[in-house]
């Protein structure tokens, strides 16, 4: 299904085509005030949601962002860290933040800022998210953050209210890993979770480092390092994104907040056997490396399946690699995320008990290696009790609370700072793929939750 499908009335798709009937050319554009329903927000953030909800600056700013690195056949987004597509996003958020006359500036580690009030001052609310995409990404997956949080802060201008806090809109850099290889880079050098020597390793399929990609792009390299001081002006981040899953869906929920991100890690496993020829090797005296690996991939949807957890082997590669060769060696790599460290542990051990007792039936030689781990993320518990407090205020709703299995940088600065996360309704569950989808009508409701949040968070 295509993320621009008409069969759902009312839910005209903010991310379809440009050509597409309601893509961005076609959107209503209403009034300022209209982004708040003529009755407050009652019922704003589940499906009986008053009509019209909308907002001029969201729909306008997703027009302007949505060509941007979009491939034409795949209809993916090829936006990746310091390529021409990301410094457009990034003139892009310049733009915007220079339009609002807000302070603009680029933190150390590239990472994009715009100021409300005075960022020396402490104690900022921040908000934000990244303008990066995976390989043939859907168009959500970070601008959803960034351009709510654009116009939330309009919202909320409209709204006339004082600010008693600085507040900051972000945009992180490589937030995806689509090009070195290695997830909220931005993020993770800031709150020092990355060391300068382990950036300065990071290389592209090109063999271009980070710091000599940073520099053709105009920046400098050198100043990359841990910004304990930044961060300490922080007192909140809140990030707004597009969920991905259909928690939501089932719900019936226009926007939930998180509660937590599943532990989660990548393991590499290597068989190995003996390369031989395809017509004339009898199958008894074969040693094939890719019959152990199909019988650890079904291994692995069934140890993941019995502990509502989730396993993927989703890149494989193979030696001679020759449509007439048995394999020598079936390089694999294992993604698997479990919502308590008990669980993921039984997941991953029972795969890897699986793959050893295959290898050894089929006489292939296994190596297995933790490429990377991450344990589970809380989210601040006082922060995310707000956040539902200031949501539930008006309307009587509780928002629901999600676990995800997704990483962000909300993630990785929860250690430094409190963070909580707001997710939008992505009724395809689809992410990381030209068909994630985020109705119109739940994008403003996005729009004015962060706007509330911030409201209750900054302004009191
Ligand atoms: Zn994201």
């Known amino acids: 299904m295509t993320q621009n499908d008409?069969?759902?009335?009312?839910?005209?798709?903010v991310g379809a085509e440009a050509?597409?009937?309601?893509?961005?050319?076609?959107?209503?554009?209403?009034?300022?005030?209209?982004?708040?329903?003529?009755?407050?927000?009652?019922?704003?953030?589940?499906?009986?949601?008053?009509?019209?909800?909308?907002?001029?600056?969201?729909?306008?700013?997703?027009?302007?962002?949505?060509?941007?690195g979009r491939h034409a056949d795949s209809h993916g987004y090829r936006r990746f860290a310091w390529t021409g597509a990301d410094l457009d996003c990034r003139a892009w958020f310049k733009e915007q933040a220079e339009a609002r006359g807000l302070v603009y500036e680029v933190d150390r580690n590239g990472n994009q800022w715009a100021w409300l009030g005075d960022p020396a001052a402490?104690?900022?609310?921040?908000?934000?998210?990244?303008?990066?995409?995976?390989?043939?990404?859907?168009?959500?997956?970070?601008?959803?953050?960034?351009?709510?949080?654009?116009?939330?802060?309009?919202?909320?201008?409209?709204?006339?209210?004082?600010?008693?806090?600085?507040?900051?809109?972000?945009?992180?850099?490589?937030?995806?890993?689509?090009?070195?290889?290695?997830?909220?880079?931005?993020?993770?050098?800031?709150?020092?979770?990355?060391?300068?020597?382990?950036?300065?390793?990071?290389?592209?399929?090109d063999g271009v480092s980070l710091p000599r990609a940073m520099e053709v792009a105009g920046y400098d390299p050198d100043t990359i390092g841990a910004d304990p001081e930044r961060l300490a002006r922080i007192g909140a981040f809140v990030e707004l994104h597009v969920e991905q899953g259909r928690a939501l869906d089932l719900s019936g929920d226009r926007v939930g907040i998180a509660s937590a991100i599943w532990p989660h890690g990548r393991w590499r496993f290597d068989f190995r056997g003996e390369a031989n020829h395809a017509g004339t090797t009898r199958l008894v005296d074969r040693r094939d490396p890719m019959l152990a690996y199909a019988e650890t991939v079904l291994a692995a949807r069934r140890e993941a399946q019995l502990a509502g957890a989730v396993a993927t082997f989703g890149k494989i590669s193979v030696e001679p690699n020759g449509v007439n060769a048995?394999?020598?060696?079936?390089?694999?790599?294992?993604?698997?995320?479990?919502?308590?460290?008990a669980s993921l542990d039984a997941v991953v051990g029972g795969i890897e008990k699986a793959a050893r007792d295959y290898a050894a039936a089929h006489g292939i030689d296994l190596d297995i290696v933790r490429e990377s781990f991450t344990p589970v993320v809380e989210f601040d518990h006082a922060l995310r009790d707000e956040l539902g407090r200031i949501l539930g205020k008006d309307t009587g709703i509780t928002v629901p609370v999600l676990g995800t299995g997704a990483g962000h940088d909300a993630g990785i600065l929860s250690g430094s700072i409190p963070t909580a996360m707001l997710f939008v309704r992505n009724p395809t569950g689809v992410s990381h793929s030209p068909a994630e989808f985020a109705a119109e009508d739940d994008c403003v409701a996005g729009v004015i939750a962060l706007a509330d949040v911030l409201e209750g968070l900054a302004c009191t």
Request: glycine content about 14%; hydrophobic content about 35%.
């Open 326 to 341: 048995i394999p020598s060696l079936v390089r694999v790599w294992l993604d698997s995320r479990a919502e308590d460290q």
């Open 6 to 13: 008409s069969g759902r009335s009312g839910n005209s798709p």
């Open 122 to 205: 402490g104690d900022a609310v921040v908000t934000g998210s990244h303008l990066d995409s995976v390989p043939d990404g859907g168009a959500f997956d970070g601008p959803l953050g960034v351009v709510s949080s654009f116009a939330a802060l309009d919202e909320l201008r409209g709204r006339g209210v004082d600010f008693t806090k600085p507040l900051a809109i972000v945009n992180f850099g490589d937030e995806e890993g689509a090009r070195f290889g290695l997830a909220c880079v931005g993020s993770r050098l800031a709150a020092g979770q990355l060391t300068v020597e382990n950036a300065h390793r990071l290389t592209d399929g």
């Open 19 to 68: 050509s597409s009937p309601g893509a961005g050319s076609a959107a209503p554009t209403l009034p300022h005030s209209q982004l708040r329903s003529s009755g407050g927000t009652p019922n704003a953030l589940r499906n009986d949601c008053p009509q019209p909800v909308s907002g001029n600056s969201f729909h306008e700013m997703w027009r302007e962002l949505l060509p941007i």
